[in-house]
């Protein structure tokens, strides 16, 4: 029975997926065929698909009055709820640092390849880089990026991360205080459940929205567009199976030592499978923690990593951060040369992955974050074409996102059990499939 309910659950999942890439399609063959037209002084003749634009319209905005109380409900309600307090801080701090460092390893990898690979080679006609007259410096820069100056303002969507920079310190302020069975912890999850649902009820709107936004885009822009986000899915694809083939054996090996590689490739294929048919890494929380249990990893250890990885550890939603700040700068004509602008665009990926919900389909969120940063004065154009890559990618990245929660268990248990964990596991015969030595 449950075989069955799982097999229309991954049915359920990809059919929603084909009706969105159905509504893209018939988007943009809609505004193929009823282009807005212009005369020579670039006056508007004739607004062709372009009057549909307000179906996305609708779309944004509700996501824009959704996105405050879900990153502050769900950050700050995994944070409180965690149980083990004298354990759990070093398996918290490990943790975290860890996906930071992953994360970064992926962004840069991406950025490399996009450097070598532009996923946009001319500008989209009509769209210019807006120049900042006057720069901020670098402290008030950071100030700026981490925090604001009152608690009102983190009430605004233009405020992303430092309400995750908050959330975050409130989740530690109620574990600590008053405790992770609290009435207000229980509140943040249930809140944080609720907002998901609110999602998931906005996005069964998301299909006629994006079939307004693609119609408008390619109305507006041209078939250009085609041959970008083509370029942009070829490098992107490869990357991800590539990277499950290189960089998770070096992260098991190095967590777990001897056999650890073995065993990663025993274990990863479930939660990897199930990542890949259901696009949602909440979804693979059980499978995940089935197969850190089969492998000898503490019960703490994957309580506290496999949850907190459905929200926090996103290496697959970094690939495709890069991939649309990217895109995005070739899209305004904007140059990347700076190490500055490379190591901002580093941040935002790692930061704004925290952001991002299990929700199938749902990388709304972090899209935002990284759109109000990059490009603030084209965020309506900037976003639209941000959330239609992202449900592109979004299979492949929610493999890579969720099968690396179970990868990252390895490492963290090397910092927390020792680096022979493994070892003492398959002694104890506590690794499946693996006779005691």
Same mark, same amino acid.
């Given at each position: 029975?449950?075989?069955?309910?799982? #097999?229309?659950?991954?049915?359920?999942? *990809?059919?929603?997926? %084909?009706?969105?890439?159905?509504?893209?399609?018939?988007?943009?063959?809609?505004?193929?065929?009823?282009? &807005?037209?212009? !005369?020579?002084?670039?006056?508007?003749?004739?607004?062709? %698909?372009?009057?549909?634009?307000?179906?996305?319209?609708?779309?944004?905005?509700?996501?824009?009055?959704?996105?405050?109380?879900?990153?502050?409900?769900?950050?700050?309600?995994?944070?409180?709820?965690? #149980?083990?307090?004298?354990? =759990?801080?070093?398996?918290? $701090?490990?943790?975290?640092?860890?996906?930071?460092?992953? $994360?970064?390893?992926?962004?840069?990898?991406?950025?490399?390849?996009?450097? =070598?690979?532009?996923?946009?080679?001319?500008?989209?006609?009509?769209?210019?880089?807006?120049?900042?007259?006057?720069?901020?410096?670098?402290? !008030?820069?950071?100030?700026?990026?981490?925090?604001?100056?009152?608690?009102?303002?983190?009430?605004?969507?233009?405020?992303?991360?430092?309400?995750?920079?908050?959330?975050?310190?409130?989740?530690?302020?109620?574990?600590?205080?008053?405790?992770?069975?609290?009435?207000? =912890? #229980?509140?943040?999850?249930?809140?944080?459940?609720?907002?998901?649902?609110?999602? &998931?009820?906005?996005? *069964?709107?998301?299909?006629?929205?994006?079939?307004?936004?693609?119609?408008?885009?390619?109305?507006?822009?041209?078939?250009?567009?085609? &041959?970008?986000?083509? @370029?942009?899915?070829?490098?992107?694809?490869?990357?991800?199976?590539?990277?499950?083939?290189?960089?998770?054996?070096?992260?098991?090996?190095?967590?777990?030592? #001897?056999?650890?590689?073995? &065993?990663?490739? @025993?274990?990863?294929?479930?939660? %990897?499978?199930?990542?890949?048919?259901?696009?949602?890494?909440?979804?693979?929380?059980?499978?995940? +923690?089935?197969?850190?249990?089969?492998?000898?990893?503490?019960?703490?250890?994957?309580?506290?990593?496999?949850?907190?990885?459905?929200? +926090?550890?996103?290496?697959?939603?970094?690939?495709?951060?890069?991939?649309?700040?990217?895109?995005?700068?070739?899209?305004?004509?904007?140059?990347? !040369?700076?190490?500055?602008?490379?190591?901002?665009?580093?941040?935002?990926?790692?930061?704004?992955?925290?952001?991002?919900? $299990?929700?199938?389909?749902?990388? *709304?969120?972090?899209?935002?974050?990284?759109?109000?940063?990059?490009?603030? !004065?084209?965020?309506?154009?900037?976003?639209?074409?941000?959330?239609?890559?992202?449900?592109?990618?979004?299979?492949?990245?929610?493999?890579?996102?969720?099968?690396?929660? *179970?990868?990252?268990?390895?490492?963290?248990?090397?910092?927390?059990?020792?680096?022979?964990?493994?070892?003492?596991?398959?002694?104890?015969?506590?690794?499946? $499939?693996?006779?005691?030595?």
């Amino acid at each position: 029975m449950s075989n069955q309910l799982s #097999k229309k659950s991954v049915a359920r999942n *990809y059919a929603f997926l %084909a009706v969105m890439l159905g509504s893209m399609i018939l988007g943009a063959i809609v505004g193929w065929i009823f282009p &807005q037209v212009k !005369d020579a002084e670039g006056a508007v003749v004739n607004a062709g %698909a372009t009057v549909l634009k307000p179906l996305g319209t609708l779309f944004l905005n509700m996501m824009f009055c959704i996105v405050v109380p879900m990153v502050f409900s769900s950050i700050g309600g995994s944070v409180a709820t965690m #149980k083990s307090r004298r354990r =759990a801080g070093k398996i918290m $701090g490990t943790t975290i640092l860890t996906f930071m460092v992953t $994360g970064a390893i992926a962004a840069v990898i991406m950025i490399v390849l996009m450097k =070598a690979i532009p996923p946009v080679l001319e500008p989209w006609s009509n769209l210019t880089a807006v120049e900042v007259s006057d720069p901020i410096s670098i402290p !008030d820069l950071i100030v700026n990026f981490f925090t604001v100056g009152d608690f009102s303002q983190l009430l605004s969507r233009s405020s992303m991360l430092p309400l995750i920079v908050f959330s975050i310190l409130f989740g530690f302020g109620v574990n600590l205080g008053p405790g992770p069975d609290s009435l207000i =912890a #229980k509140f943040l999850v249930s809140l944080s459940e609720a907002m998901m649902k609110v999602v &998931q009820i906005v996005t *069964y709107y998301a299909p006629i929205a994006f079939f307004g936004f693609f119609a408008d885009l390619v109305a507006t822009y041209g078939p250009q567009i085609t &041959q970008d986000y083509g @370029r942009a899915l070829a490098v992107y694809y490869p990357l991800c199976f590539i990277y499950i083939f290189t960089a998770f054996p070096l992260f098991a090996w190095f967590g777990g030592g #001897k056999g650890a590689v073995r &065993q990663m490739f @025993r274990h990863i294929a479930r939660p %990897a499978i199930t990542s890949l048919g259901t696009c949602s890494s909440v979804a693979t929380i059980p499978t995940n +923690m089935e197969a850190a249990e089969e492998t000898g990893i503490s019960k703490d250890v994957s309580e506290i990593v496999v949850p907190l990885g459905a929200t +926090m550890h996103m290496d697959g939603s970094c690939f495709s951060c890069i991939l649309k700040i990217m895109f995005l700068f070739g899209v305004f004509g904007k140059p990347i !040369d700076s190490i500055g602008d490379m190591a901002l665009m580093v941040v935002v990926a790692v930061l704004s992955s925290v952001g991002m919900s $299990g929700v199938p389909g749902g990388g *709304y969120i972090g899209e935002f974050i990284m759109c109000s940063i990059f490009f603030p !004065d084209q965020l309506e154009v900037a976003y639209g074409i941000a959330i239609t890559i992202g449900n592109l990618v979004d299979p492949p990245a929610t493999m890579i996102n969720s099968a690396g929660d *179970y990868v990252v268990s390895y490492v963290v248990s090397r910092f927390v059990d020792g680096k022979d964990w493994l070892q003492k596991a398959i002694a104890e015969g506590r690794v499946a $499939g693996v006779s005691k030595k």
